[in-house]
C-alpha cells in the first residue's frame, strides 16, 4: 500500500461571516491560527481512497460533489466543525454552500489531494485505540465522565511518517464572542503533536462522532491558553498510545475495498414550548446557577437552529452512509454529526478488528440522536431535524456495508 499526505492553508477575508454560533456578535476581524484542509491518499495499485479535513463548520453535499470531481478520486471530505472558521452552510438538512466557499474549499481539497497523490510511498499501518479522559464530555450532564475514546492511525516507512487521529470532541473552546478565525481545538491538537513528533511527521486530526461531547464541563476558560492546555492533554495521550500495543491495519499487499449506501431519514416531529424553555431559563437564571442557566439557554438556542435562517428543514433528508477497508483497518464515515454512541456500537467488543468512525462526512443533515436522547428535553434533539432511530439507521446502514466487502 502507497500512502501519501498533503496540507493547504486557506485564508478568510476580514468581515467573513463566521459558522457555528447563532448569537456571534459580528463577522471575522482576524486570524488566530491557520485554517487547513489536510488530505491522506491510499493507494493499491489498483483503486486510490482518499480522505480530507477541511477547517470548516461543515461540509455540504454541494461541496461534496465538487471536491470529489476535482479530486478525480473516491473522496471522504469531512468537516473539522470549528465553530470559529467560515459559515458555510450549516443549517439543519443541509444547505448550498456560500460563495465564495464552495469554490475555495473545493480547490484546496483538490490541491491537497494532489500533494497527497505526488508524495505517496509505500507504507505500514498500525491502529491504536485507548481512553481520554479530561478533554470531552456529554455537555448536556454536568455529572457525566469525562472520558472519551480515542483513536490514532500510524502511517509509518522505516520510521513513523504521520498520523492520522479520530477525536470525537465538539472542537468548540473559544466563546461565541471570538470573530478570529482558528482552527479551535482541532488546530491545538496538530500543533501539540506536532511539536511532540518532530517535523518530520505528519499530523491530521478529524472530528468523530461528536453530536453530544464537547469541552463544556472540562474546560477552564475559553482562550488560546485554554486551547494549549487541552491540545497538550490530548497529544500527550496520542503519543502514550503510539507507544503502546497497536492493531495492524494494512502491509505492503493490502488492498482497498469501499462502498456507499444512499438513506432518506423522516423528519422530526419534536413538540416544544418556547414559552416554556424560556421560563426555564429565566428561572435558572434568577436562581444564579450557572450550569442550569447555560443549559437551559441552550435548550432555546436549539429551538433557534432548528429552523436556521432558511427556515424549517425539508420534510425528507437524503444522506450518504460510507464504509472502507483498508487492509484490515475498517473506517465508517456517518454525515452530520452522530451521537458518540452510535459510533461506538460499531465496535467489536473487544476491540480486535479496528473501526475508526468519523462524523461530519460528505453532507451535514444536522444532529444525529440516540433514540434514548429523544426521551430528553436536550439542545442537541430540539436542533435535530429528524426522527427518532435515524441515527441507528446510519449505523444498521453501516454495519450492513461492512458486511458486503
Known amino acids: 500500500m502507497r500512502v501519501g499526505y498533503g496540507r493547504v492553508e486557506f485564508t478568510v477575508p476580514d468581515g467573513t461571516p463566521m459558522g457555528g454560533y447563532l448569537d456571534r456578535p459580528g463577522p471575522s476581524t482576524g486570524r488566530l491560527d491557520p485554517l487547513e484542509v489536510s488530505a491522506v491518499t491510499w493507494f493499491d495499485g489498483e483503486r486510490r481512497f482518499a480522505l480530507a479535513t477541511a477547517d470548516v463548520i461543515c461540509v455540504n453535499e454541494d461541496l461534496a460533489r465538487r471536491a470529489r470531481q476535482l479530486a478525480s478520486c473516491e473522496l471522504w471530505l469531512a468537516a473539522s466543525h470549528t465553530h470559529a472558521g467560515p459559515e458555510t452552510g450549516c443549517v439543519p438538512g443541509g ?39 479530561g478533554v470531552g464530555a456529554d ?20 520510521e513513523l511518517a504521520g498520523v492520522l487521529v479520530v477525536l470525537p470532541v465538539h472542537p468548540t473552546v473559544l466563546p461565541a464572542a471570538n470573530r478570529l478565525t482558528s ?48 491540545g497538550g492533554v490530548v ?13 495492524q491495519g494494512w502491509s505492503a499487499d493490502s488492498r482497498i475495498s469501499s462502498a456507499d449506501r444512499r438513506l432518506t431519514l423522516q423528519p422530526a416531529s419534536v413538540a416544544t414550548d418556547p414559552a416554556a424553555l424560556t421560563a426555564d431559563y429565566e428561572a435558572a437564571l434568577a436562581a444564579g446557577d450557572p450550569v442550569a442557566t447555560r443549559l437551559a439557554r441552550s435548550r432555546l438556542e436549539g429551538v433557534r437552529a432548528r429552523s436556521g435562517p432558511g427556515g424549517a428543514p425539508p420534510a425528507l433528508i437524503g444522506v450518504t452512509v460510507h464504509a472502507a477497508r483498508l487492509g484490515g483497518l475498517t473506517m465508517v464515515g456517518l454525515p452530520g454529526e452522530p451521537f458518540l454512541a452510535v459510533a461506538e456500537s460499531l465496535r467489536a467488543p473487544d476491540h480486535r478488528e479496528p473501526v475508526v468512525v468519523l462524523g461530519y462526512v460528505n453532507g451535514y443533515p444536522g444532529y444525529l440522536p440516540t433514540i434514548d436522547a429523544y426521551q430528553r428535553t436536550e439542545y442537541e434533539v430540539l436542533a435535530s431535524p429528524v426522527a427518532p432511530g435515524s441515527a441507528e439507521l446510519l449505523a444498521e446502514t453501516a454495519r450492513h456495508l461492512l458486511e458486503e466487502f
Not at 235 to 247: F, Q
Request: glycine residues 8%; contains cysteine; negative net charge.
Open 95 to 133: 444547505g448550498p454552500t456560500p460563495e465564495p466557499w464552495l469554490d475555495r474549499i473545493a480547490e484546496a481539497t483538490r490541491a491537497a489531494v494532489r500533494q497527497a497523490i505526488d508524495g505517496e510511498q509505500p507504507c505500514a499501518g498500525t491502529a491504536h485505540h485507548g481512553e481520554l479522559r
Open 139 to 158: 455537555r448536556s450532564r454536568p455529572s457525566a465522565e469525562a472520558a472519551v475514546p480515542l483513536d490514532l492511525v500510524a502511517i509509518r516507512t522505516d
Open 183 to 230: 482552527a479551535d481545538l482541532v488546530g491545538a491538537v496538530r500543533r501539540s503533536l506536532r511539536e511532540r513528533l518532530g517535523e518530520d511527521v505528519w499530523v491530521v486530526v478529524a472530528t468523530g462522532a461528536a453530536g453530544d461531547i464537547s469541552t463544556r464541563h472540562t474546560r477552564r476558560g475559553q482562550d488560546p491558553a485554554e486551547l494549549d492546555r487541552l
Open 235 to 247: 497529544a500527550d495521550r496520542c503519543t502514550e498510545l503510539l507507544a503502546g500495543p497497536a492493531t
